[in-house]
Every structure is written in structure tokens, then in C-alpha cells.
């Protein structure tokens, strides 16, 4: 059983592009949410997607935005980045139905550098 | 601000028990307390959670006090793998994402 997966595991940007990541939640969860964790930090939740729609945010700007599949994946864009996007970005999933449905599984992340 | 407060570190020697202790004094009644774990630059890992009796798994136990202003996450036989950063967070079981994490204990296990 494969838990959360993540894409790319790093990746290197420079200021102003743009950049996506991708999440795909633990079979049988279909509830997906972001996280920013900087270096020394604990992680900042960004926003979660829930039959497709943003249903929570966190204080991000709209710099920040995302999209859930029909198939419960997700996508992470961060448009115009900053040196301060810098950070390791979590991806986690629960299930909504059936036992444990509070518990959050993480994934490895993704570490973008902005430089 | 996360709502809960922790020890920046602790130390504990290998073999035993290590007790990370956290403060969440504006808990509410429907609020659980969980503890996850992150090992270096891997994703948090989740441990355990309560609401109000103490709990036990494979990992660890969760000793929650009966006014519910703190608790103790307890790690019997710690290893080095144990060593890690614990975060204690309080939220709403099954509804709550936005988890608002603090800095967590960083845990050293000595060997």
C-alpha cells in the first residue's frame, strides 16, 4: 500500500518563474492539504482540497494556488516566485469515511530552492 | 501562534524511557491532542492521538491530565531512531487540516 507520494523530490527555481508540484494521496484517501515548512520550522499549512474544491487556506497569497483531481491527486502552483518560497513543501492525505479518519498522513516532500 | 508550547530540546539516554511533556492550556472540548514526529527531511509522522483517557500503541503513550491542560508523550525504550523533532498539536479529529504547528522538541537520543 503506497502512502502519499510527491514530485519532484527537489528541484532548483530562480526568482520570478513559476513552479509546480505534485501529490498523490494514500489509497483510499481522498482529502489532500498543503504545507510549508522552512528550514528550522515547524510546517505552515497552506490549503486543503476536498472533492475538488479549495475548502480551507491558510495565509498564503493568491501567488499560491492548487487543483484536485478526480482521482484525489493534487497540484501545488506557485507562481513569481520569491527566495523566500524556499522551503520544503508537505503534501498530506485522510480518508473521510470509514476508521481514522483524523489522521493525517504526510508525504517526503518536495524541496524547491529559489535562487 | 500554535496552541500548544513544548521544550525547544531534551536528551535521553538510549534504552530509556524518554518523556516529552506539552502545554495546551486553551484546549477545547472537542479538541484531540495528537503528537507526530519528523525525523530529518523526511515528512511528519503521525504517533498518536487523544481526547481525554490515556492511549497507547505500538509506538508509544499519550498520558493526557484529567483537566486536560497538558500531556505527556511517553517512548518507553527510546532507540536512535528515536531521534527526531515531536510536535504536539491540538485540532478537531477528522475535520481540521489547518494544523498549526510550533517549533516541536528536537529529541537527542544519547548513546
Known amino acids: 500500500d503506497a502512502g502519499v507520494t510527491q514530485s519532484p523530490t527537489h528541484l532548483i527555481k530562480t526568482r520570478g518563474q513559476q513552479v509546480t508540484l505534485r501529490c498523490s494521496p494514500k489509497?483510499?484517501?481522498?482529502?489532500v492539504s498543503w504545507y510549508q515548512q522552512a528550514l528550522g520550522q515547524g510546517p505552515q499549512f497552506i490549503f486543503q482540497y476536498y472533492e475538488e474544491e479549495e475548502r480551507q487556506r491558510g495565509n498564503f497569497p493568491d501567488r499560491f494556488s492548487g487543483h484536485q483531481f478526480p482521482n484525489y491527486s493534487s497540484e501545488l502552483n506557485v507562481n513569481a516566485l520569491l527566495l523566500g518560497d524556499s522551503a520544503l513543501y508537505l503534501c498530506?492525505?485522510?480518508?473521510?469515511?470509514?476508521?481514522?479518519?483524523?489522521?493525517?498522513?504526510f508525504g517526503e516532500g518536495s524541496r524547491l530552492t529559489v535562487l | 501562534d500554535a496552541k500548544t508550547t513544548q521544550p525547544t530540546s531534551m536528551d535521553c539516554a538510549e534504552g530509556r524511557a524518554a518523556n516529552l511533556p506539552c502545554n495546551h492550556s486553551t484546549i477545547s472540548g472537542n479538541e484531540y491532542v495528537y503528537w507526530y514526529r519528523q525525523i530529518h527531511s523526511q515528512g511528519p509522522q503521525y504517533i498518536i492521538h487523544g481526547l481525554k483517557n490515556n492511549e497507547t500503541n505500538e509506538m508509544a503513550s499519550l498520558i493526557i491530565t484529567e483537566d486536560r491542560k497538558s500531556s505527556t508523550l511517553i517512548l518507553p525504550h527510546a532507540t536512535l531512531r528515536d531521534t527526531a523533532v515531536y510536535y504536539c498539536i491540538v485540532r478537531v479529529s477528522g475535520r481540521d487540516d489547518k494544523i498549526i504547528f510550533g517549533k516541536g522538541t528536537r529529541l537527542h537520543i544519547l548513546p
Open positions: 489509497s483510499g484517501h481522498d482529502t
Open positions: 498530506a492525505s485522510r480518508g473521510t469515511s470509514g476508521k481514522n479518519t483524523g489522521e493525517l498522513f
